[in-house]
């Protein structure tokens, strides 16, 4: 019985490694072939998901780079045709550059309508006026409707004379150009809204028509004007300033004067009707600055037949004219009726921009009217095939494929063009304000690099993490006739749907990975179910041997019948099984002989141990009485002195005696190390320097005494740093001795710090024969002197930072002037909140005497 209770003792202990492993086997089997078969499978799927992802995604990027480099390649061509004159490409030029003018000739036309209602012109004098313009200007048609929609003031009649009846329709069906300005009625009065149509041949007519449309300023209404363009040689010539076809800057400046014309025209019959309806000058000035404010037009100036300006509207600042501009220009004016002002110096007073302006002055009027039209920002030398550049440049962004153009002059050597796809927003504002060079550190040297080489060059990232740097930077010189180089492009090429369309495919991916992986749970679950049946009959088995019973083996015989791994493990199972009920009490006996022989020696351990600490305690007891420590009144002095073992016992000392004729003897000494053997070594230093100090007045002669004794002592080799002082109580003077210690600090009543000269004398019991030259100062009544070991600077915080002489001068500065023991408190208070909870690395030791003042002496006295 006795023998069975110890095998039911002894075979859990002997058996539990088995049963961990079989249990291991049976019970985490599952889970351990589940977690390989997902990590497999996740392992798998990451390395073919993220291979085919890089290798799409640098695709995607390369054919993007691709598509973008034939993009910069066309628009270079476009930018190439602009200074290359031909009738396809001045029309093209000229039908891209009216946008901006006849935008502002519908407006114009707006506010002349606007007028006349006010001044009471019925419908038939409105139609004489636009009839008059037509035939006055290279416009040819107006269509201004109601609020329904009608054009009821046309200036275009049928061949029998009568007026033409027409009205917009929103349906794209009926009218395939004419139903996209049908929105302009949606448009508030005080809004503004335009709508531009290129060049194009009418539906009624094989006719090549230009529209443009604004919204209405006194009612809703559509404010459409048309210009028939023929781009004959003899009409390119009508409207320049060249004699042949050389230059398109001038033709296209020509054609261009030709419509402002229409604006100053326009603009003659507004001041009347304005007249006629007495509005003031600030309500004309206020509906003139509106124009300015919407359209191209960026002044306008209104002045008597002599010339003297009573209405200004601008958008580029500058003083108040009061004489039209350039009347040196005008002397054919009244003759021609108007004067086209050539832009090559026109330079705003402003802005300094460069300017293209048009005088009119019609027969009938009393007016003189001066457009001007913006067209190089900065000012500088540039001609109208500038503003052309622009133009080019917010059509080719204006779908956003590039994002951002900046055309660049290679004689000048600046921007001439930019312009930035914004929704809703002027296309030249945002490129303007912010140029290529500024947006990236790269695209620059990209320009110099296509400059040089001839051929488009371009940067593409993805950008998939950081969105800022995502994109496609080129830059491709322009040539003309494939020779002559006139300036390069940058161009931007937004890469966010090729971004998201990647993400889309991670996601795609992510989504496969998580089905696999359900379904590979899913069979792993059932296929460990059928691995790991046999290995839980095995663990069944080991539960008896972990109960300290036999097992019954014929619970596992069928398992171990079997020719593979598992039965393999179930045949050891059953011959360990055996084994382990006979070694369990052969261990047992081993362990008890080997428990027995451990306390033993334990106990032997324990006694010696405690004989240490008692012999420690009596140390740090013996040492207490050899260290002065606390606060002393000395009448004209005060003084506190504090040391802290790291340890039980340490290695610093401080000490000071008072004679009877009022001499003050001063020892803090810091010994190198910690511990026993340092204590020792204090003591013997202490002693060596109280015996010098018997035999010396001069602290020098008492401090190479020491030393020499302390060598001839030193059969460890420990050193002991020191400041040794002697002070007159009575005048305040210090002589004293820096053996190699830390400079002590002098504390003014005022705040300020001083550190005390060092003596230039090396740590004693180093060198013997040595001497000690001593120094001296006078302490002022007031004045505290600090005396420190490097305990208190070498003090760690949890960071490992040390608290540092830097900490120690910060805490002194803060003390004022606090008493002795106020300022021991004071620092270690900070030293203790500095390094808490962490160990003291070295003993603190600190030595403050303070020479009272008159005041305080006096208050002492009283107090007594």
């Given at each position: 019985?006795?023998?069975?209770?110890?095998?039911?003792?002894?075979?859990?202990?002997?058996?539990?490694?088995?049963?961990?492993?079989?249990?291991?086997?049976?019970?985490?089997?599952?889970?351990?072939?589940?977690?390989?078969?997902?990590?497999?499978?996740?392992?798998?799927?990451?390395?073919?998901?993220?291979?085919?992802?890089?290798?799409?995604?640098?695709?995607?990027?390369?054919?993007?780079?691709?598509?973008?480099?034939?993009?910069?390649?066309?628009?270079?061509?476009?930018?190439?045709d602009v200074g290359e004159i031909s009738i396809a490409n001045v029309a093209r030029i000229a039908d891209e550059s009216l946008d901006?003018?006849?935008?502002?000739?519908?407006?114009?036309?707006?506010?002349?309508?606007?007028?006349?209602?006010?001044?009471?012109?019925?419908?038939?004098?409105?139609?004489?006026?636009?009839?008059?313009?037509?035939?006055?200007?290279?416009?040819?048609?107006?269509?201004?409707?109601d609020t329904l929609a009608f054009s009821y003031l046309t200036n275009v009649r049928s061949t029998d004379g009568s007026l033409v009846p027409f009205a917009f329709d929103p349906d794209p069906a009926v009218q395939p150009q004419a139903y996209k300005f049908y929105s302009l009625l949606d448009?508030?009065?005080?809004?503004?809204?335009?709508?531009?149509?290129?060049?194009?041949?009418r539906e009624i007519d094989p006719k090549v028509f230009k529209y443009v449309g604004t919204n209405g300023v006194d009612h809703q209404r559509i404010v459409q004007v048309g210009n028939e363009l023929v781009f004959s040689n003899e009409e390119l010539l009508s409207q320049t300033h060249a004699t042949t076809r050389t230059d398109v800057s001038a033709v296209v400046e020509g054609n261009l004067a030709f419509n402002m014309r229409v604006i100053g025209v326009i603009l003659d019959h507004f001041m009347t009707a304005a007249q006629d309806?007495?509005?003031?000058?600030?309500?004309?000035?206020?509906?003139?600055?509106?124009?300015?404010?919407?359209?191209?037009?960026?002044?306008?100036?209104?002045?008597?037949?002599?010339?003297?300006?009573?209405?200004?509207?601008?958008?580029?600042?500058?003083?108040?004219?009061?004489?039209?501009?350039?009347?040196?220009?005008?002397d054919e004016l009244f003759s021609d009726h108007w004067v086209?002002?050539?832009?090559?110096?026109?330079?705003?007073r402003g802005d300094s921009s460069q300017y293209k302006y048009v005088t009119v002055a019609r027969t009938e009027s009393e007016y003189i009217v001066q457009v001007g039209l913006p067209l190089v920002t900065g000012g500088?030398?540039?001609?109208?095939?500038?503003?052309?550049?622009?133009?080019?440049?917010?059509?080719?962004?204006?779908?956003?494929?590039?994002?951002?153009?900046?055309?660049?002059?290679?004689?000048?050597?600046?921007?001439?063009?930019?312009?930035?796809?914004?929704?809703?927003?002027?296309?030249?504002?945002?490129?303007?304000?912010?140029?290529?060079?500024?947006?990236?550190?790269?695209?620059?040297?990209?320009?110099?690099?296509?400059?040089?080489?001839?051929?488009?060059?371009?940067?593409?990232?993805?950008?998939?993490?950081?969105?800022?740097?995502?994109?496609?930077?080129?830059?491709?010189?322009?040539?003309?006739?494939?020779?002559?180089?006139?300036?390069?492009?940058?161009?931007?090429?937004?890469?966010?749907?090729?971004?998201?369309?990647?993400?889309?495919?991670?996601?795609q991916t992510g989504i496969v990975t998580f089905l696999l992986l359900i379904f590979t749970a899913i069979a792993t679950f059932f296929g460990s179910r059928l691995l790991t049946q046999p290995i839980e009959r095995i663990a069944d088995a080991v539960r008896f041997v972990e109960t300290g019973e036999q097992p019954d083996y014929d619970l596992i015989a069928p398992v171990a019948a079997r020719a593979d791994e598992i039965g393999s493990l179930a045949r050891v199972f059953q011959e360990m099984s055996i084994q382990v009920f006979n070694r369990e009490e052969v261990l047992e006996a081993l362990v008890s002989e080997r428990t027995a022989a451990l306390q033993?020696?334990?106990?032997?351990?324990?006694?010696?141990?405690?004989?240490?600490?008692?012999?420690?305690?009596?140390?740090k007891v013996v040492q207490a009485a050899l260290v002065r420590d606390g606060t002393v009144d000395l009448h004209t002095f005060a003084a506190c002195a504090r040391m802290v073992p790291a340890q039980r016992v340490g290695g610093d000392f401080v000490d000071f005696q008072v004679s009877e004729d009022g001499e003050m003897f001063i020892v803090v000494g810091d010994v190198?190390?910690?511990?026993?053997?340092?204590?020792?070594?204090?003591?013997?230093?202490?002693?060596?320097?109280?015996?010098?100090?018997?035999?010396?007045?001069?602290?020098?002669?008492?401090?190479?005494?020491?030393?020499?004794?302390?060598?001839?002592?030193?059969?460890?080799?420990?050193?002991?740093?020191?400041?040794?002082?002697?002070?007159?109580?009575?005048?305040?003077?210090?002589?004293?001795?820096?053996?190699?210690?830390?400079?002590?600090?002098?504390?003014?009543?005022?705040?300020?710090?001083?550190?005390?000269?060092?003596?230039?004398?090396?740590?004693?019991?180093?060198?013997?024969?040595?001497?000690?030259?001593?120094?001296?100062?006078?302490?002022?009544?007031?004045?505290?002197?600090?005396?420190?070991?490097?305990?208190?600077?070498?003090?760690?915080?949890?960071?490992?930072?040390?608290?540092?002489?830097?900490?120690?001068?910060?805490?002194?500065?803060?003390?004022?002037?606090?008493?002795?023991?106020?300022?021991?408190?004071?620092l270690w208070s900070d030293i203790g909140r500095f390094s808490e909870g962490t160990a003291a690395a070295d003993d603190m030791t600190c030595l403050v005497l303070h020479r009272k003042n008159s005041e305080e002496y006096s208050h002492d006295i009283r107090q007594a």
């Open positions: 019985m006795a023998e069975t209770n110890k095998i039911d003792r002894e075979a859990p202990s002997l058996s539990r490694r088995l049963f961990q492993t079989v249990t291991l086997k049976g019970h985490r089997l599952a889970t351990v072939v589940f977690i390989a078969n997902v990590l497999l499978l996740i392992i798998t799927v990451l390395a073919v998901s993220l291979t085919l992802l890089i290798n799409s995604a640098a695709g995607r990027r390369e054919q993007a780079r691709f598509t973008a480099e034939q993009t910069a390649k066309l628009i270079a061509g476009q930018f190439a901006g003018p006849m935008t502002a000739q519908a407006y114009a036309a707006a506010y002349m309508v606007s007028a006349a209602a006010a001044a009471g012109y019925d419908t038939l004098q409105v139609i004489d006026i636009l009839t008059s313009i037509v035939n006055e200007t290279v416009l040819d048609e107006f269509w201004i409707t448009v508030p009065v005080d809004s503004f809204a335009f709508v531009t149509q290129p060049a194009q041949v309806a007495g509005w003031s000058v600030a309500e004309v000035e206020r509906q003139l600055n509106r124009i300015v404010a919407h359209t191209a037009i960026g002044e306008i100036l209104i002045s008597n037949r002599s010339g003297d300006i009573s209405h200004v509207a601008t958008s580029s600042g500058g003083e108040r004219p009061s004489r039209l501009l350039y009347e040196s220009e005008l086209d002002h050539h832009s090559g110096d026109k330079v705003h500088g030398s540039g001609n109208i095939l500038y503003f052309v550049y622009q133009a080019e440049s917010d059509v080719t962004v204006q779908y956003g494929y590039p994002e951002a153009l900046w055309f660049i002059d290679d004689s000048l050597q600046q921007v001439l063009a930019a312009a930035e796809f914004e929704e809703g927003l002027d296309q030249s504002a945002g490129a303007w304000r912010t140029p290529y060079y500024e947006r990236s550190d790269t695209v620059a040297g990209l320009y110099e690099v296509a400059m040089d080489s001839g051929v488009p060059q371009s940067i593409a990232r993805l950008g998939l993490f950081e969105a800022a740097s995502r994109g496609i930077w080129l830059a491709a010189p322009v040539f003309v006739e494939d020779v002559n180089r006139i300036g390069g492009l940058v161009l931007f090429i937004n890469m966010d749907t090729i971004a998201e369309g990647i993400w889309s495919e991670i996601q033993s020696t334990n106990q032997q351990l324990r006694q010696a141990q405690l004989a240490i600490n008692q012999d420690l305690e009596m140390a190198s190390g910690k511990g026993v053997a340092s204590a020792l070594f204090m003591a013997a230093s202490q002693a060596a320097i109280k015996f010098a100090a018997a035999e010396h007045e001069s602290v020098g002669a008492i401090a190479a005494t020491a030393n020499d004794r302390l060598c001839k002592q030193n059969p460890m080799g420990l050193f002991v740093t020191c400041v040794i002082a002697r002070v007159d109580l009575n005048t305040g003077t210090v002589d004293y001795v820096s053996a190699g210690h830390e400079p002590p600090y002098l504390l003014a009543p005022d705040g300020t710090r001083s550190s005390v000269q060092g003596t230039n004398g090396i740590a004693l019991g180093v060198l013997d024969e040595l001497s000690y030259s001593s120094k001296t100062f006078i302490m002022k009544p007031g004045q505290t002197l600090f005396i420190y070991t490097d305990g208190l600077t070498d003090m760690l915080n949890l960071k490992g930072e040390l608290f540092g002489k830097e900490r120690l001068e910060q805490a002194l500065d803060e003390v004022g002037a606090r008493q002795p023991l106020e300022i021991v408190d004071h």
